[in-house]
């Protein structure tokens, strides 16, 4: 299925939401004696991205080395003070494809790296959808996102660092036998893998536009057409594939409760609008369907039977699954698959309405017409997005302060 595999002697943490996810990454970092590692499609100069800020700084002081990946499109208006102090302090920032504009827009618009991961000193790791932005906590207001993460110790940690490291070596500019050569120069956390300290087994799952283009896609359908009894899908943005949605119907017609809890107050009014167009396909196969209606869902996490889990950075949309880079992790552990389907019960307890098809209104003619368009789309996106931009991923790396003048983290200079 992909080059991933199943690690055992795993121990996960489940985080909810900013509140409980920024202290512990910010404490883990700060405290780094030999390496950080981070990636994140969002970063902003407000009080979430200036505590990551203080945090970056305190493992630089300690004596770690600290690479920071942001992605050009999501983090574009970082101050040239926020990553003066930064690369002064001897981080290495590198820009994942940033982008010129062009009459005041962004034109780097596909494939972003949209992955969420931090390890530490090769000894913990963190994997997740939660961003860095003031958005994620809840006093952020009705904006605020429901999100979630994990934060894992044991072997699987090699995994992910090593992941980590490859990445930024790929990225960099020059010919692929200078980056072979920056390869086998480059510090490699010397640190020993990690002895077994939990029960789980655990599977780290990435995709890229290259060598895993529907890696973890395929570990979906792979779980729904494994499942016996109950699926719960979270997802933010939905609207994947005709093959995940036909394994989703013949799963839920088979007997299996299937369950999706979708944006209910989005952030984005065409991601409600998108996946209300399957509706219908779903709800006459017998899947359940929940919009959480508290405030805008962000999580990607999905329960599968008693023991399967997964937490990551993809949505089940065209972008996450055709698109940009992504990272999920895979967990076999029942204490863990317990702990989350509890926390989406609660959600769909408290927090959700369930749809009903007395609840669509619309025309039975619009229905069919739209179904045709919407059931071809659906065949076709994942070879049409083949014909957008494709390119070898890109890290542009700031070595010093933009100039003086400069307002905006834009057009960083190349090291």
């Known amino acids: ?51 990551l800020h203080a945090a970056l700084l305190a493992a630089a002081r300690n004596g770690a080395r600290v690479d920071i990946t942001i992605d050009g499109f999501g983090s574009p208006d970082l101050s040239p003070a926020f990553i003066g102090a930064l690369t002064e302090a001897g981080v290495r920032v590198h820009v994942f494809d940033p982008g010129t504009r062009l009459f005041g827009w962004r034109t780097n618009l596909f494939r972003r790296m949209h992955r969420k991961i931090v390890v530490v000193d090769g000894e913990r790791a963190f994997v997740g959808g939660i961003n860095y932005s003031a958005d994620h906590l809840a006093d952020f207001g009705p904006e605020a996102k429901q999100d979630y993460a994990v934060e894992l110790e044991g072997p699987l940690v090699a995994h992910i660092q090593r992941f980590a490291q490859e990445a930024i070596v790929q990225g960099r500019p020059g010919r692929p036998s200078e980056r072979r050569w920056f390869r086998r120069r480059a510090p490699q956390a010397a640190l020993p893998s990690q002895a077994a300290v939990g029960d789980a087994q655990a599977m780290f799952v990435t995709r890229d536009n290259r060598e895993h283009p529907q890696d973890i896609e395929r570990h979906y359908r792979a779980v729904i057409r494994a499942a016996r009894h109950r699926l719960v899908i979270a997802n933010a943005y939905f609207f994947p594939g005709y093959r995940l949605l036909k394994e989703l119907r013949q799963a839920a017609r088979r007997g299996v409760e299937v369950t999706l809890i979708l944006q209910g107050e989005p952030d984005m009014a065409i991601v409600k609008s998108a996946a209300e167009m399957l509706y219908h396909h779903l709800l006459r196969a017998g899947v359940r369907i929940y919009e959480y209606c508290e405030r805008p869902l962000h999580g990607k996490v999905a329960v599968a039977d008693d023991e399967w889990s997964t937490v990551g950075s993809s949505n089940l949309d065209p972008l996450s699954l055709s698109l940009n880079l992504e990272a999920n992790v895979m967990i076999r552990d029942r204490a863990f698959n317990r702990q989350l389907s509890e926390r989406l019960e609660h959600l769909m307890a408290h927090c959700c309405k369930r749809i009903e098809a007395t609840d669509l209104q619309e025309s039975s003619l619009w229905r069919l017409v739209r179904s045709f368009f919407v059931f071809h789309f659906l065949r076709r996106y994942p070879a049409w997005a083949g014909w957008l931009p494709a390119h070898a991923p890109r890290l542009t790396s700031v070595s010093h302060a933009p100039a003086a003048g400069t307002d905006r983290l834009t057009e960083p200079a190349r090291s």
């Open 1 to 51: 299925m992909s080059a991933a595999r199943w690690v055992d002697g795993n121990r996960f943490t489940l985080l909810e939401n900013g509140e409980a996810y920024f202290p512990r990454v910010f404490q883990a970092i700060a405290a780094a004696r030999h390496e950080v590692l981070l990636e994140t499609f969002i970063l902003f100069e407000d009080k979430v991205g200036l505590e």
